[in-house]
């Protein structure tokens, strides 16, 4: 029994295998209208220009239109389309497809390696917002590709009209001034909202703390109890920290972007650097903070008028001291609360899948 199931589990993996192999058209002509997007003559057009194209310079421009991706993606499917058919020339890399899936209504400009320098991803976004999607929206499915294509073709051949079409990509990417102003005071703003809860944060916390090793050297609070104090209050300033690094690591790295437009933040070299993560220094800085400095302040300020004794509690704690600086809640802390009506509401089982909005064209 066990062995028949391997069997037909064997006989499904290679009918599978099959059909998948058999799914991307062998392209025999540089113009394949598989989904009827052309009439005759306009395929016939298309043919004669990028024909006559590659005669001249041996660069591939291949068009496919197909009635859907089936269960591919659009990328996935114009890359083994490309692959399987080999388009463009040995050793030059120099094909280039389009891909127009009619019912899927995507579609795609898949660029060989050899012309990717010239037929950049920018460009070939360009093209397709600005020149062939325009034109598909209205239907006319040979005007976006002979247009697509005539733009790819000048792009080729012209280093010029490279330079004057990058330098339109840049342009319509720049910023305008006065909407960086508003962003730079929106931003200034929301950050130095941050900054401030996280400072305020870390000035109770580390208060606390200062007032916790006070107690201690003072006897009024037990060194039983002091390490479970201690963890409330370190965590309390490691709680603030984020509100205050965060905004400083996002301030830092914009205005690295703007100083620079070649910067870019990597942050595996600085996991690579071993220095980077040094977990002596690391414990060396931490006591600094949660012990030295607050040990220290707390010593010297342990009477506002003259210096208390030193002396240590090993059980008893002082209870005036403790709810003072210690208890989060103060008088109302043992208060508790009850509904007297006699409804309760709890959920039925159901489960979100993430959903909201989307759209598409």
């Given at each position: 029994?066990?062995?028949?199931?391997?069997?037909?589990?064997?006989?499904?993996?290679?009918?599978?295998?099959?059909?998948?192999?058999?799914?991307?058209?062998?392209?025999?002509?540089?113009?394949?209208?598989?989904?009827?997007?052309?009439?005759?003559?306009?395929?016939?057009?298309?043919?004669?220009?990028?024909?006559?194209?590659?005669?001249?310079?041996?660069?591939?421009?291949?068009?496919?239109?197909?009635?859907?991706?089936?269960?591919?993606?659009?990328?996935?499917?114009?890359?083994?389309?490309?692959?399987?058919?080999?388009?463009?020339?040995?050793?030059?890399?120099?094909?280039?497809?389009?891909?127009?899936?009619?019912?899927?209504?995507?579609?795609?400009?898949?660029?060989?390696?050899?012309?990717?320098?010239?037929?950049?991803?920018?460009?070939?976004?360009?093209?397709?917002?600005?020149?062939?999607?325009?034109?598909?929206?209205?239907?006319?499915?040979?005007?976006?590709?002979?247009?697509?294509?005539?733009?790819?073709?000048?792009?080729?051949?012209?280093?010029?009209y490279r330079d004057?079409?990058?330098?339109?990509?840049?342009?319509?990417?720049?910023?305008?001034?006065?909407?960086?102003?508003?962003?730079?005071?929106?931003?200034?703003?929301?950050?130095?909202?941050?900054?401030?809860?996280?400072?305020?944060?870390?000035?109770?916390?580390?208060?606390?703390?200062?007032?916790?090793?006070?107690?201690?050297?003072?006897?009024?609070?037990?060194?039983?109890?002091?390490?479970?104090?201690?963890?409330?209050?370190?965590?309390?300033?490691?709680?603030?920290?984020?509100?205050?690094?965060?905004?400083?690591?996002f301030a830092g790295?914009?205005?690295?972007?703007?100083?620079?437009?070649?910067?870019?933040?990597?942050?595996?070299?600085?996991?690579?650097n071993a220095s980077?993560?040094?977990?002596?220094?690391?414990?060396?800085?931490?006591?600094?903070?949660?012990?030295?400095?607050?040990?220290?302040?707390?010593?010297?300020?342990?009477?506002?008028?003259?210096?208390?004794?030193?002396?240590?509690?090993?059980?008893?704690?002082?209870?005036?001291?403790?709810?003072?600086?210690?208890?989060?809640?103060?008088?109302?802390?043992?208060?508790?609360?009850?509904?007297?009506?006699?409804?309760?509401?709890?959920?039925?089982?159901?489960?979100?899948?993430?959903?909201?909005?989307?759209?598409?064209?």
């Amino acid at each position: 029994m066990i062995k028949l199931k391997l069997i037909f589990f064997f006989l499904v993996i290679c009918i599978q295998n099959s059909n998948a192999q058999v799914k991307y058209p062998i392209l025999t002509e540089i113009v394949t209208d598989n989904a009827a997007l052309f009439r005759e003559s306009e395929t016939l057009e298309l043919r004669q220009k990028l024909t006559a194209y590659e005669t001249e310079t041996s660069h591939q421009i291949v068009v496919l239109t197909i009635n859907n991706l089936g269960n591919n993606t659009v990328e996935g499917y114009a890359y083994h389309v490309f692959n399987t058919n080999k388009l463009g020339q040995k050793n030059k890399d120099n094909g280039l497809l389009i891909l127009i899936s009619k019912t899927d209504r995507k579609f795609r400009i898949e660029v060989g390696k050899g012309l990717e320098p010239i037929i950049t991803d920018a460009f070939a976004s360009r093209i397709i917002s600005k020149i062939m999607r325009p034109k598909f929206k209205e239907g006319l499915f040979y005007e976006g590709v002979d247009l697509g294509t005539s733009e790819i073709i000048k792009l080729i051949n012209d280093p010029k009209y490279r330079d004057e079409f990058a330098q339109v990509i840049e342009d319509e990417g720049k910023i305008p001034l006065w909407v960086k102003i508003l962003l730079g005071l929106f931003l200034t703003l929301f950050l130095g909202i941050f900054i401030g809860v996280g400072s305020a944060l870390f000035y109770s916390g580390f208060k606390r703390l200062i007032n916790l090793f006070r107690g201690l050297i003072t006897g009024k609070v037990s060194v039983l109890m002091f390490p479970v104090y201690m963890i409330h209050s370190v965590l309390a300033i490691v709680f603030s920290l984020p509100f205050i690094i965060m905004p400083l690591f996002f301030a830092g790295l914009m205005i690295g972007s703007q100083m620079d437009s070649d910067f870019q933040f990597d942050p595996f070299k600085y996991v690579d650097n071993a220095s980077f993560i040094n977990i002596t220094n690391a414990v060396a800085f931490a006591a600094l903070i949660f012990v030295v400095i607050p040990l220290g302040i707390a010593y010297f300020t342990r009477s506002k008028t003259r210096y208390q004794p030193i002396k240590f509690s090993l059980l008893k704690s002082n209870k005036a001291f403790i709810s003072k600086n210690f208890s989060s809640s103060g008088t109302s802390s043992s208060r508790s609360y009850s509904s007297s009506s006699s409804s309760s509401f709890s959920g039925g089982g159901g489960s979100s899948g993430g959903g909201g909005a989307s759209g598409s064209w």
